[in-house]
């Protein structure tokens, strides 16, 4: 019997918003359920683009802006074969940040439109669900490690917090805000329903 499609679940929100703990979470919690899933992270440092995109983050390296917005999402694409096979064998996958943080991050750049930064994503698998992990800029700010890496300064997150609430204006993209999120049903076993909890705005 062919198994059911997994879903593609994808968590974003500002630096250090939470989103890796929560996707563990989610994962354990799907596993609990029954229901075979795995996290995937972007950028996926462990290739040979995510080494350039990492060395970049952290400040070892420079690379002219365009470019490395080409590599974050040649880091996606060079996934999605794994990421399709996963799929159709069943397993969810829930990704911690996907192609809305890269389109975020370089349009919040001075002379970045939506448009152009969107472009290179073109055709990605769609998630079925993008959850928004909602933490004031401020509040992020006041969270471990925050400034070691490139970005992670209070006024480039904030420019990026508005470029996701432009983004999550578009209404083909099942988007959920909350500050975290729980899994409430499984049905079956074959169905979860995932829900926002805490502040929504
Ligand atoms: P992370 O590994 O802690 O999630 O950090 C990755 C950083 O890279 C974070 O500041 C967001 C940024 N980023 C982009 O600029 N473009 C992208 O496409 C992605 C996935 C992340």
Request: proline share 4%.
């Amino acid at each position: 019997m062919a198994s059911k499609r997994g879903a593609l679940i994808v968590l974003e929100g500002v630096d250090r918003a939470g989103k890796t703990t929560q996707c563990k979470k989610l994962v354990q919690a799907l596993l609990q359920s029954g229901l075979p899933a795995e996290m995937m992270r972007f950028p996926d440092r462990s290739t040979t683009i995510g080494q350039l995109i990492s060395a970049y983050l952290e400040k070892k390296s420079e690379l002219e802006d365009h470019t490395v917005h080409l590599l974050f999402s040649a880091n996606r694409w060079e996934l999605v074969p794994v990421m399709k096979k996963k799929l159709e064998q069943g397993i969810t996958l829930v990704v911690d940040r996907y192609a809305f943080s890269g389109v975020a991050f370089t349009s919040a750049k001075p002379g970045f439109s939506l448009d152009w930064c969107m472009k290179p994503d073109t055709g990605l698998p769609q998630p079925d669900l993008v959850m928004f992990l909602q933490l004031n800029p401020d509040e992020a700010a006041l969270r471990g490690q925050f400034g070691a890496e490139r970005y992670e300064t209070s006024a480039f997150q904030k420019a990026v917090q508005e470029k996701f609430e432009q983004l999550m204006k578009d209404q083909t993209v099942n988007w959920k805000v909350g500050r975290s999120f729980a899994l409430i049903h499984c049905g079956d076993g074959t169905k979860a329903i995932i829900y926002p909890t805490g502040l929504l705005f």
